[in-house]
C-alpha cells in the first residue's frame, strides 16, 4: 500500500512537471518570436535617432547662418544710425545758426545772414569731416 502511495504522489508530481514545463515551453515561444519584433523595433529607432541628430545638425548649420547674416544686417544698421545721427545733428546744427542770426539782427536781418545756398555749398567742415570718416 505504501508503494502505491508513492507511485500515487509521483505520478501527480510528475504531472504537474510535465504541465509546467508545458507552460514554459509556450512563453518561451512567445519571447522568441517576440524577439524578432524587437529587433525589427531597435532597427527602426537606431534609423529614428540617426535622422534626428542628422536634422539637429542642420538645423545648428542654418541658425548659424541665420546669425552671421543677422550680425551682418545689424552691422549696416548700425552704421546707417549713426550716419543718420550725424547727419540730423549737422541739420540741428543749421538751423540753430539760423535762428541765432536772425534773432541777433532783427531789423538787419537780410545784410548779415548767410545765404542758405552758400551754407549747403560750404558745409561745415567739422561735420563734413566726421560724415566721411563714418563711411
Do not use: H, W, Y
Not at 64 to 90: N, P, Q, R, V, W
Not at 111 to 123: A, C, D, Q, T
Amino acid at each position: 500500500m505504501n508503494q502505491l502511495i508513492i507511485d500515487g504522489v509521483l505520478l501527480l508530481l510528475l504531472s504537474v512537471a510535465i504541465g509546467s514545463f508545458f507552460v514554459l515551453n509556450r512563453r518561451i515561444s512567445a519571447l522568441r518570436s517576440a524577439q524578432s519584433e524587437m529587433a525589427s523595433l531597435i532597427g527602426k529607432l537606431t534609423r529614428a535617432t540617426e535622422q534626428a541628430q542628422n536634422s539637429i545638425f542642420a538645423l545648428k548649420a542654418a541658425a548659424a547662418e541665420a546669425e552671421d547674416g543677422l550680425k551682418s544686417s545689424i552691422a549696416g544698421a548700425k552704421s546707417l544710425s549713426d550716419e543718420l545721427a550725424m547727419i540730423t545733428e549737422a541739420g540741428d546744427n543749421l538751423a540753430n545758426r539760423l535762428e541765432q542770426q536772425f534773432s541777433e539782427r532783427p531789423g538787419k536781418a537780410s545784410g548779415s545772414i548767410i545765404p542758405l545756398k552758400r551754407m549747403v555749398e560750404e558745409p561745415d567742415p567739422e561735420i563734413f569731416g566726421a560724415i566721411k570718416n563714418a563711411r
